[in-house]
């Protein structure tokens, strides 16, 4: 992701907002891995965080909106290494 290099630095304050929220995503994954999405609730996670679920609410609205996250950030991850398997150099097209 090339892209981050254009962003302005954050503040402290948004980099450890960045830093609770990749905790979070962590922690869920595996919660939800271990539990399956029927057995995992908001407040296990919290629990698994040694955290408040308001902080958890705070960057989550729902279950499913913290599931969709995790299942992008997998699938974000997932598409990278992809990417570097099919073509190192970074030039898709002829290589497909």
Same mark, same amino acid.
């Given at each position: 992701?090339?892209?981050?290099?254009?962003?302005?630095?954050?503040?402290?304050?948004?980099?450890?907002?960045?830093?609770?929220?990749?905790?979070?995503?962590? =922690? +869920?994954? #595996? &919660?939800?891995?271990?539990?399956?999405?029927?057995?995992?609730?908001?407040?296990?996670?919290?629990?698994? /965080?040694?955290?408040?679920?308001?902080?958890?609410?705070?960057?989550?609205?729902?279950?499913?909106?913290?599931?969709?996250?995790?299942?992008?950030? =997998? +699938?974000? #991850? &997932?598409?990278?290494?992809?990417?570097?398997?099919?073509?190192?150099?970074?030039?898709?097209?002829?290589? /497909?």
């Amino acid at each position: 992701m090339t892209g981050a290099s254009n962003t302005p630095p954050t503040s402290r304050r948004e980099a450890r907002r960045l830093d609770r929220r990749d905790t979070i995503l962590t =922690v +869920a994954k #595996a &919660y939800f891995l271990e539990h399956g999405y029927a057995g995992t609730t908001m407040s296990g996670i919290a629990a698994a /965080l040694g955290g408040s679920k308001g902080t958890l609410w705070n960057h989550f609205p729902s279950k499913e909106d913290l599931f969709s996250a995790v299942l992008d950030r =997998v +699938a974000t #991850a &997932y598409r990278a290494q992809l990417s570097q398997i099919l073509d190192p150099c970074g030039v898709l097209e002829p290589t /497909l």
